[in-house]
């Protein structure tokens, strides 16, 4: 049996990638695990979790109780479960490495045990396995329904305060409704998770309420006891190039978010010749489900090289095997597309100019052109913070700046999540800020 997760890409847009194991799977890796003390997989992992005590509870035959120890840390474990770089987090900390032996397939093993969890309480019906504390009588706004602000609402409802979420879409789970590619988040799981995580109680959800649309900052600061911002980012950056305009170019993140929602807004348009700009798990996870959806050549350009990507070197391996063409070393200069004719005001082609490091290692452009033809654009190459919505509190590089304690510029008022982070974006860390932040809104609370 292996454990390790394929590199074959997905066979359609709901291959599950990386299926859960059976019982008799689970029982044979979590027996191969030492159960190290002071384990560095537990070290790597952002949220903390006790990975050897869950793997024992799961060669014990108590997968529930396993989800139970994972959820302590991580309310989202069946999410993280699915969509964590494993590979360069706990599995590579993992012991097992230093034998030359495949590393304990800790993702896999987290995925079993919380679907059993998840299942046997939609199942049963049976009381949230955590419960409340008594009420403190608090109120507390949770502005976004994403992984960091839905873990902050978890851990709040369980320290006994009322939560308020407010939601611009009419789904909770943020990026794991709307941005994660579908093969990583099979069977509607985003919704069912979201579900279960509000099963706690204590939690309203109002959607349709953004910042600045149908609620505002200062509103909420007056009405409840602390604020908790977990808004993720809004927009795709432009790429400040001529051509941005033409038909055919769009985002990246709304082609995926189409995608997700297909089965009631119907599946997006894809063109014959695509090209994705970027090198993040956005952009791998446009360019493999514009193969899917039946695209002849996927093309994902990148302005550095494989090792600077963002997405790791799994998940170009998994773009590579989907039949994407990865092409490093390009930035775009310009998006072409013909002013008269039958394609007039189209995209024809994109021109990028080829780039290197110089000897201190500083991206370059050198003088050599590339033209790749193409009748649809991607762009995938960060988002930036909606800034006039927060009006009032203090940004630092864009971002919504905090102290350790996740405190923002203005008292009563938190925030966490890819809202706050100047690095990288992980499902993982937006949900520890999540939950720390909660922990420091209930001492602030409490005075
Ligand atoms: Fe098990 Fe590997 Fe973690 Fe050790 S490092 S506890 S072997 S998963």
Redesign the pocket.
């Known amino acids: 049996m292996s454990g390790a997760v394929s590199t074959s890409g997905p066979e359609s847009l709901d291959d599950d990638i990386s299926p859960r194991f059976t019982p008799r799977q689970a029982l044979a890796e979590s027996s191969r695990?030492?159960?190290?003390y002071d384990?560095?997989?537990?070290r790597a992992c952002p949220t903390g979790i006790d990975?050897?005590g869950f793997?024992r509870r799961i060669a014990n035959g108590h997968a529930t109780g396993a989800a139970h120890t994972i959820m302590e840390e991580n309310i989202f474990g069946g999410t993280c479960a699915r969509v964590c770089p494993t590979e360069v987090l706990?599995e590579e900390?993992?012991?097992?490495n230093e034998g030359e032996q495949r590393?304990?397939s800790?993702g896999r093993l987290q995925r079993f045990a919380t679907d059993a969890l998840m299942e046997e309480a939609a199942a049963t019906k049976a009381p949230h396995p955590f419960t409340r504390a008594p009420s403190t009588g608090k109120k507390v706004a949770v502005v976004g329904a994403g992984p960091a602000s839905l873990s902050a609402a978890h851990r709040l409802a369980m320290l006994g305060h009322e939560v308020a979420v407010f939601e611009a879409k009419p789904k909770a789970g943020g990026l794991n409704e709307y941005g994660i590619a579908a093969y990583k988040m099979v069977n509607d799981f985003a919704r069912k998770e979201a579900k279960f995580i509000l099963g706690i109680g204590g939690i309203k959800i109002h959607y349709g309420k953004a910042l600045g649309r149908g609620v505002k900052l200062h509103e909420l600061s007056v009405k409840y006891d602390a604020v908790f911002i977990g808004v993720g980012l809004g927009n795709t950056r432009d790429l400040s190039i001529a051509g941005e305009q033409l038909k055919g170019v769009g985002d990246a993140v709304d082609f995926i978010e189409r995608l997700r929602q297909r089965k009631t807004l119907g599946a997006p348009k894809v063109g014959k010749r695509v090209v994705v700009i970027g090198g993040g798990n956005t952009a791998i996870d446009a360019a493999i489900q514009s193969k899917l959806l039946g695209a002849d050549e996927v093309v994902m350009a990148y302005r550095r090289g494989p090792e600077q990507m963002s997405a790791t070197g799994y998940e170009q391996q998994l773009a590579k095997s989907s039949g994407v063409v990865v092409r490093d070393w390009l930035a775009p200069k310009k998006i072409k597309g013909p002013s008269k004719g039958k394609d007039a005001g189209k995209v024809t082609a994109v021109e990028f100019v080829r780039t290197k490091l110089d000897a201190k290692g500083k991206l370059v452009e050198t003088k050599e052109t590339v033209t790749i033809a193409c009748d649809m654009v991607l762009k995938a190459v960060g988002q930036t913070m909606i800034e006039e919505t927060l009006a009032g509190l203090e940004l630092k590089n864009g971002k919504i700046a905090v102290n350790k304690d996740f405190a923002t510029s203005l008292k009563g008022i938190f925030a966490g999540g890819d809202c706050v982070k100047s690095g990288e974006d992980l499902t993982v860390q937006a949900v520890q800020d999540g939950k720390l932040a909660a922990h420091a809104i209930d001492r602030f609370l409490k005075g």
């Open positions: 695990c030492l159960f190290c384990a560095p997989c537990v990975i050897p793997i706990c900390k993992c012991v097992m590393p304990i800790i």
